[in-house]
């Protein structure tokens, strides 16, 4: 018998990663509309689905990816609201991940869905780690500002805040009691001072905005997901050290906790990688469970029966799972993930997505005429994500235009609108169902075929509608590529469509984040930049006392310099004017405005014999010349 591959990969865990995860995300978006729903039995309908619903809702027996009839059926007095426009629940994903973003100081803020945000709050913590007074941890301020110290809050830092794994009877102390060493010593002060951060960040978000989240904390995105789900709702979870197996300690309590779950719930590992696994696993398939559309396996396989399983390791995952189509290293990758591995970085927030997709799934799409239907509703959905997510107002610092945003966003395109980026490649994925077996069985498969085209141009016209659009680009791309995907006439059986707008190309910006500077905006916006310094030209009527020569003023104004001659004009608004149009008076321009001109007085200046007017001396000569000149 072959023996047991017992390395582990190695481990880095000197992150602090906070992963949150809004509660009924989608119900509680209804709630803080209506706060009166919050306690009556509330769930939110896709299709014939219930795609989530409350607590309140669960207590009476109902539950996600539950038949709408069936729901009805076990609690009659359900309030179903249909949810099947993602406009709101988008809107509030965006102004919760803000409010969150807001804590960090590395901008390490990666939005995972509508509803979960990972945090990566190291540097937090490590300035935190170096305040701490560790004869008094007990009396722990945290301090949320580098600039200011007063911003933050008073903590225990002796304790854990919330929830851990594995749960104890006494949370652990500042000494730890095994004899891990050092690096467990201070990996355990780390997670408390990030457990503590967590809970004030969800009193914060509950606070002011009104959504309760569960957290879990640890040293990288795949722990911190799976730990959180430990106390659902409204709770968080820490994942205790030592995360490396040791004679010492007698244990990881990274495997004792990933060892419990199926190898199909590991973030990272999706239905394919799981069924191969699986499948050597059991030496056969695993069995699906019912359902047409939704559904997981009849047997589970456990993380701890893969990774103790004889002979497996990364060098047989990578023959297992890799071949053509698949990365290079998938084994490795897999194999780290069993084990708790995860190098992954929290993503910095973009400005621009990478991609937008828009898809549906179905019963069953079979003819030219309801796959053209759906495609213009897909179509439409995708202009209308596409303007919502990749323009703003031209000029959105101009007060003048923050009236057209909203008309801008959702009513036309009459508003000043710029694209933040261009998509150049349109994408259309399909999923047909397999035909049925002589015993009228159907094989399940997951299978997605695509085809990529070059984005139409006119998609980013804005003085056409978005029907008029969405008509275009289903004539002109999605129609076409759809039937070199399936050139058949009819009797696909989709149970899917996708359409997606990626290979973003951004535009030129004003700031660090765009492709370059934006040289028409700067143009267009030149004449209001420069108002301050243009040079008017006026007639005014002389006074009795004036000589018919050219004179200084002075200054009434001290950013106001006037030149005059025969009563006519020129004046600059400003001290540091570029320039100053003399006419034939002879002065050369007074580039940096009055204290050049001050400058010009007092060093070598000579007074006209005729007029008095102060001069350089270079300038005396032409000065007398235009005496000289007949009236």
């Known amino acids: 018998m072959a023996r047991t591959v017992n390395t582990s990969p190695k481990r880095h865990d000197g992150r602090i990663i906070i992963h949150f995860d809004y509660d009924c995300f989608y119900a509680a978006v209804f709630e803080a509309e209506n706060p ?12 014939q689905i219930i795609v989530t619903c409350n607590y309140e809702a669960r207590r009476r027996g109902l539950y996600k990816l539950q038949l709408v009839r069936e729901a ?10 249909l949810g099947e426009d993602l406009t709101r629940f988008r809107n509030a994903s965006k102004a919760l991940y803000t409010f969150l973003k807001g804590f960090t100081w590395s901008q390490k803020v990666e939005r995972l869905g509508f509803d979960e945000v990972f945090l990566d709050v190291t540097d937090i913590i490590d300035y935190n780690q170096t305040l701490l007074n560790q004869n008094d941890l007990s009396h722990s301020f945290f301090c949320l500002d580098r600039i200011d110290p007063t911003v933050g809050f008073s903590y225990d830092a002796s304790k854990y805040s919330g929830h851990v794994f594995p749960a104890t009877t006494s949370l652990p102390s500042s000494t ?10 201070i990996l355990d002060l780390r997670l408390r001072l990030g457990s503590h951060l967590a809970q004030h960040m969800r009193h914060q ?15 990288n995105k795949l722990l911190s997901k799976l730990v959180g789900n430990v106390n659902k709702p409204k709770g968080q979870t820490t994942l205790l050290p030592p995360y490396v197996r040791m004679p010492s300690n007698g244990g990881s309590n990274v495997a004792s906790f990933l060892d419990t779950h199926d ?9 394919k990688i799981s069924q191969k696994i699986r499948a050597h696993v059991l030496a056969r398939p695993a069995e699906f469970q019912e359902g047409l559309v939704y559904g997981g396996t009849k047997e ?6 893969v990774r103790l399983f004889p002979g497996v390791g990364p060098e047989l995952l990578e023959s297992l799972l890799g071949g053509p189509g698949w990365p290079k290293g998938i084994g490795g990758k897999v194999w780290g993930l069993l084990n708790g591995a995860d190098d992954a970085e929290v993503g910095i927030a973009k400005k621009v997505p990478s991609q937008i997709s828009i898809e549906d799934s179905y019963i069953r799409l079979d003819t030219m005429e309801e796959v053209r239907k759906e495609l213009l509703m897909l179509a439409g959905s995708l202009l209308k994500r596409m303007r919502l997510d990749l323009t703003e107002v031209e000029d959105a610092d101009d007060p003048r235009n923050e ?27 399909t999923r047909p169902r397999a035909p049925r077996n002589p015993d009228g069985t159907r094989t399940r498969s997951f299978n997605r075929i695509s085809r990529s085209g070059p984005m139409p141009s006119f998609v ?41 707008a990626t290979n973003m190309a951004e535009t030129a910006t004003d700031d660090r984040d765009g492709a370059g500077r934006d040289i028409g905006r700067m143009f267009r916006r030149q004449e209001d930049v420069l108002k301050d310094w243009k040079i008017e030209d006026k007639d005014v009527a002389p006074s009795d006392d004036e000589s018919s020569g050219f004179k200084y003023e002075g200054f009434a104004d001290p950013n106001t310099l006037h030149l005059e001659h025969d009563g006519r004009k020129a004046s600059s608004s400003r001290t540091d004017s570029p320039e100053l149009l003399n006419g034939e008076v002879g002065v050369d321009s007074l580039s940096d405005g009055v204290s050049d001109f001050d400058d010009m007085a007092t060093m070598n200046g000579q007074a006209c014999k005729i007029c008095g007017a102060i001069m350089p001396a270079f300038a005396v000569i032409a000065h007398e010349r235009f005496h000289a000149v007949p009236d």
Request: with cysteine; proline share 6%.
């Open 263 to 271: 190898v199909g719930k590991i973030p990272g590992i999706g239905f």
């Open 72 to 81: 009805k059926r076990t609690c009659p007095d359900v309030i179903i609201v």
């Open 176 to 185: 730890p009691t095994s004899e891990a060493g050092e690096a467990e010593r």
């Open 300 to 305: 589970n396989v456990k993380v701890k029966d």
């Open 403 to 429: 009236t057209h945003e909203e008309d801008a966003k959702y009513n036309g395109a009459s508003s000043p609108m710029r694209w933040l980026a261009h998509p150049r490649t349109l994408r259309l994925t």
């Open 205 to 219: 978000l509950e606070e002011h905005h009104g959504y309760t989240s569960t957290v879990g904390i640890s040293t």
């Open 36 to 47: 009166a729903l919050k306690s009556l039995p509330l769930a939110v309908q896709q299709k």
């Open 460 to 500: 980013f016209n804005f003085n056409q509608t978005v029907d008029e659009r969405a008509e275009g680009l289903v004539n002109e791309a999605l129609i076409p590529s759809f039937r070199k995907l399936h050139p058949e006439k009819s009797g696909w059986n989709l149970s899917l469509v996708n359409v997606c």
